[in-house]
């Protein structure tokens, strides 16, 4: 089977809710129950008293800003991202989490904005608000005529792949699974007869065989099966050994790419066996701008990533990335300046790929992939 290069769109935690649900049309809600701020148009001052005035209410593609124009020249085969954000009205606050996200159902045309492919739910927040929360969520986004992964109305649903439909009769497979170090409480994972989140509870050898079972279960000749995995702590660049193992385990058994995520900022990319491991997307969309502390990790840039891939092997030709910045909770091109801080990051934090380049008057980032065989 033949045909030209995949293109695939990554983004990592994509956090629609919150402060950013409060400069759209219909914002919900704005009581919080966190220690820091009990309400969420607070966040919205945070971001305006670091870079000016937001004029709320906004339009529904005005948290995505600069994105939108790069999806449509670049086109990719399918975006997937991870939505962490409970699509709800419901007053269900989950005990013993400091931060709760939903946005109001009726602003579900931001999210839509982005024409996102699949958006993967095993995360630490798409039951913030309790399963009744799940349930609207899940609702709310078949509604839209969205792909989910990751999370369902039993186990079954939990674990059933996405499934994108690409040239040549072939699909993009995603499976969406949940891991502890990112804060997904086991309570969530859903079972036989409960709502819930594939939720895999820890980076072992036995549960990289479980997940690598239902990979080969799904997958046919000429799919590409994408590991979207949220796991790993926030602010820092060190992958811990058992996720190294885990993600190449995953490749070992027919995953084509890992695609993780929940870190507040990128974390390495490797290339093994020729295949892409992206061990932490970092944030895309959220309502931490203004909010002070790791400055030095720089939270406030954001990457698009655009793998392309071999149809037939799944391996990585390049990897083209989007440096992006917020201001005024809305994304725009990052300064060359900032370009060349996250030009000289990725060279030093990635591993097997030749150097990062920079290219085209929108500031492109490429890895290349070096050693393609293997």
């Not at 956090?15 to 966190?34: F, T, W």
């Not at 020249?73 to 989490?97: C, Y």
């Not at 024409?115 to 839209?144: E, I, K, Q, S």
């Not at 895999?200 to 590409?224: C, E, F, H, T």
Request: glycine share 10%.
């Amino acid at each position: 089977m033949k045909g030209g290069p995949i293109t695939l769109c990554l983004a990592g935690d994509v956090m629609l809710g919150r402060g950013v649900d409060q400069i759209l049309p219909h914002p919900g809600d704005p009581v919080l129950a966190e220690a820091y701020l009990r309400d969420a148009r607070s966040y919205v001052a945070l971001a305006e008293a670091a870079n000016g005035p937001v004029p709320y209410p906004v339009g529904f593609s005005w948290p995505w800003g600069d994105t939108l124009g790069i999806l449509d020249r670049t086109a990719p085969d399918a975006l997937v991202l991870n939505l962490e954000t409970s699509v709800t009205q419901s007053d269900d606050f989950a005990p013993g989490k400091a931060v709760h996200y939903r946005m109001h159902p009726a602003n579900l045309p931001a999210l839509a904005a982005a024409r996102p492919d699949v958006c993967v739910l095993a995360n630490n927040h798409v039951l913030d608000f309790g399963r009744r929360g799940l349930a609207d969520t899940l609702d709310a986004l078949a509604g839209a005529e969205l792909r989910t992964a990751g999370a369902g109305r039993d186990a079954d649903g939990a674990r059933l792949p996405a499934a994108v439909p690409v040239d040549g009769g072939r699909r993009i497979l995603v499976h969406s699974f949940g891991m502890p170090s990112s804060g997904v409480p086991p309570d969530w994972a859903a079972t036989a007869d409960r709502s819930g989140v594939d939720f895999v509870s820890a980076a072992s050898d036995a549960a990289a065989a479980a997940v690598v079972a239902r990979i080969r279960q799904a997958k046919r000749p000429g799919d590409l099966s994408v590991a979207s995995v949220h796991w790993g702590s926030n602010w820092s660049y060190l992958v811990p050994r058992d996720q190294v193992r885990f993600a190449h385990a995953l490749v070992d058994g027919g995953a084509d790419l890992v695609h993780g995520h929940s870190s507040h900022h990128p974390r390495p990319l490797e290339l093994y066996r020729g295949k892409l491991i992206a061990y932490g997307c970092g944030d895309l969309v959220n309502d931490y701008e203004g909010i002070t502390g790791y400055e030095n990790y720089r939270d406030d840039l954001r990457l698009l990533y655009f793998p392309v891939l071999e149809p037939d092997t799944g391996r990585l030709i390049e990897v083209r990335i989007a440096p992006l910045q917020a201001r005024r909770m809305r994304l725009q091109g990052a300064q060359a300046e900032d370009r060349r801080w996250l030009q000289d990051l990725l060279d030093r934090i990635s591993r097997g790929f030749g150097p990062c380049t920079a290219s085209g008057q929108d500031g492109t980032l490429t890895l290349g992939a070096r050693h393609n065989r293997g």
